[in-house]
């Protein structure tokens, strides 16, 4: 059961939360286009420094009319309506269009991980050795060292010779295409980024188009994401079973999550729950977002409090939901509503790297959310994060980690998605241009990503009053034997201790831990 796990829902960090509804048609097209299940997926999270307070609710709320004629498009006349299939007109709401895509999302996840009747596999679909690619051809046939002309083309920017640098992003330029191999890919966007960096306005073509992505083409290159590479769901399995493992007596487990996003994560704990010999325990789920822009900062993450109240009254698992969409450094103990006598667990995947650092407050925001985890007390703090070596105040050392790091994830793309697959621009864009965008191009404040190595990490983690927990062996076991079936032989999990560890041809690429409060002196 803890196998069939469910794709996570993230949304993008440039992304307004709009969007949503302006891709509403595009929603519904692409669920007709395709009824194969592995359809959609989704993506990483928005920033904005609105504040909106603790809020939830109990019991069964069902969507009513009410809520969902919000969700409604609205013709000229003002009639509610959607343009569906060959023009005919249906009173069919938005909202349960998501609820179609959620679906479709969840089964995504079961066919990737399931392990017991030998279904096609991700790595089997990659792409094949020798398939053309679809890049421009080069102008010149002498092979070029690209990460050393970016090299020099970051010097030039660092040492403000423009037009040196202009000059290197010329040459890049004719030895690069966003449709070519690994390589060329890297040189591509990279080179936007450098420019970008030059022109200082953040307005380049390139990362407008980066801005406008739609939640459809988000939600895209999250399912290309998860058939290819295994690091969501080995984060979701490995976090789940370890939490089913301490909830087996519990009466109340409470799930402090921060970064639900579209709580993805749970349905499937939520299946084993409901198997536990005995019933399943209170499930309370409290989900901290970032707020989203606009007039309705908490709507998403209170959707997904309801999305997970229908999941559980399927399920018959008692259920009770919080919210809370501000800032992670500004939010006190008192909003989260920790009981006692409940099985109380923290976790944060993938998404403290995106939370400022002391490089941007001398009260790093970062260290004060992990504090806030340390004063939940809670039974277990599961953490996952990119293991990442390009946060260094300087541009060049910088440019030159984030480069050795995107080189490996556009390689691991290029062997595991077909070139013909057009989605594999979309994976590139959310999951790697996005954040290269904003390590090359920004600097103090607007440099949103800001990723640290696993060790850089725990000691954030101690300092914050934790200790480490191992990690069980078989659900170390039985994930290697995961990834050894479904991915490509170059994928690699391992464990040093209480860290499970994902990368790509020997490079870690994510960590995960799990932690336990450290008794106070």
Partial sequence: MLMEEDIEEQSCMLEDSLALQAAERSFFEVLQEDQNPLQDDSSLENFSPLHQPTSGFTGSPEISEESTRRYRLRDDDGDEEDDLEGGRKSKLPAISVVDELAEK???????????DHGEATPNKIGRAKGSLNRSKPQKSDQPVDMRNLLMQCAQAVASFDQSRAFEKLKEIREHSSSHGDATQRLGYHFANALEARITG??????????????????????????????????????????????????????????????????????????????????????????????????????????RLKRFCDKFSVPFEYNFIAKAWDTITLDELVINSGETTVVNCILRLQY????????????????????????????????????????????????????????????SNISEENDCRTLVERELIIKDAMSVIACEGAERFARPETYKQWQVRILRAGFRPAKLNKQIMKEGKELVRERYHKDFVIDNDNHWMFQGWKGRVLYALSCWKPAKKQ
Avoid at 105 to 115: A, I, S
Avoid at 373 to 399: H, K, Q
Wanted: negative net charge.
């Fill in 201 to 306: 306005t953040m307005k380049t073509p390139a990362f407008d188009v980066l801005s406008r992505t739609s939640m459809v083409d988000i939600l895209k290159a999250y399912k290309e994401f998860v058939q290819a590479c295994p690091t969501l769901a080995m984060c979701y399995y490995t976090a789940n079973r370890t939490i089913f493992e301490l909830a087996s007596k519990a009466t109340t487990l409470h799930i402090v999550d921060f970064g639900i996003l579209y709580g993805f994560q749970w349905p499937c704990l939520i299946q084993a729950l409901a198997a536990r010999p005995g019933g399943p325990p209170k499930l309370r789920v409290t989900g901290i977002e970032l707020p989203q822009p606009g007039f309705r900062p908490s709507e998403r993450v209170e959707e997904t409090g309801r």
């Fill in 105 to 115: 999302l969840e089964e995504v996840l079961l066919v990737c991980q399931k392990n």
């Fill in 355 to 414: 939370t400022p650092d002391e490089t941007v407050s001398l009260n790093s925001p970062r260290d004060t959310a992990l504090n806030l985890c340390r004063d939940i007390n809670p039974d277990l703090f599961v953490f996952a994060e990119i293991n990442g070596t390009y946060n260094s105040p300087f541009f060049l050392t910088r440019f030159r980690e984030a480069m050795f790091h995107c080189s490996s994830l556009f390689d691991m793309f290029e």
